[in-house]
């Protein structure tokens, strides 16, 4: 039972368009939502996070989404750059506990 | 600020065998999860300490077990090892206390190989 799904496994965008990577979740009790970047041979980075209280969250060039009715999210990245292009992976968590649930992820090539 | 500490970063076992990951969390995290990273599964919890307790469990057999120590150490063990337990076992601190909201700090992972 895949709690999270990105159904993109790849993206291709130009530098300095805008890339949107979205992501499905269906666990209601999700509450808490986050997404990572992962380049190959690194461990995940942090980059942006939101609560089910908000909608939108922004920080610099990234900018998450959150679409409750829809159990949908989505990362706005603008401008994108080349050093954007790894894994990104969204990841969900509810009920005050600490698991997350990720996606598979999305391979985002932005191309110079 | 050092990040997550996890060694070692490549080990090479064989089917049978058991091993220990070890894993030290940012200083002032208390919360330390740990993760196996497959090709085929993406990222998927395996279990989560809190002050010495675990506290959340994934969908992992008993092989897969965990503890940590009084200064958020934890360490991961793994017995009798398969084929299918090759992967990248990545560990995670938070700051740990109230709600689950907060952000999960990784370490940049144990690549295990399984002969």
């Known amino acids: 039972d895949q709690q999270v799904k990105q159904n993109s496994p790849s993206l291709s965008v130009q530098e300095g368009r805008i890339s949107i990577l979205n992501c499905d979740y269906t666990n209601s009790m999700f509450d808490y939502f986050l997404w990572y970047k992962k380049y190959p041979a690194e461990g995940p980075t942090f980059l942006i996070s939101?609560?089910?209280?908000?909608d939108k969250n922004e920080d610099g060039r990234f900018t998450v989404f959150l679409n409750k009715s829809a159990k949908h999210l989505s990362l706005h990245i603008v401008p994108s750059q080349p050093g954007d292009s790894a894994v990104y992976f969204c990841?969900?968590?509810?009920?005050?506990?600490?698991?997350?649930?990720f996606g598979k992820g999305t391979l985002l090539t932005v191309n110079p | 600020k050092a990040g997550v500490t996890q060694t070692p970063r490549y080990l090479i076992k064989t089917r049978g065998q058991q091993v220990t990951l070890s894993c030290s969390p940012i200083s002032g995290h208390r919360s330390v999860s740990w993760y196996q990273q497959t090709p085929g599964q993406g990222l998927q919890f395996l279990f989560e300490?809190?002050?010495?307790?675990?506290?959340n469990k994934g969908n992992f057999p008993g092989r897969f077990s965990g503890r940590q120590f009084s200064n958020s150490r934890s360490e991961m063990n793994v017995s009798t090892l398969e084929l299918g337990d090759s992967a990248l076992y990545l560990c995670?601190?938070?700051?740990?206390?109230?709600?689950?909201?907060?952000?999960?700090?990784f370490g940049d992972g144990t690549r295990l190989s399984i002969l």
């Open positions: 990841g969900g968590s509810g009920g005050s506990n600490y698991k997350l649930t």
């Open positions: 995670a601190s938070s700051l740990g206390g109230g709600r689950g909201n907060q952000p999960q700090h």
């Open positions: 939101i609560s089910s209280i908000k």
């Open positions: 300490y809190f002050s010495e307790t675990q506290r």
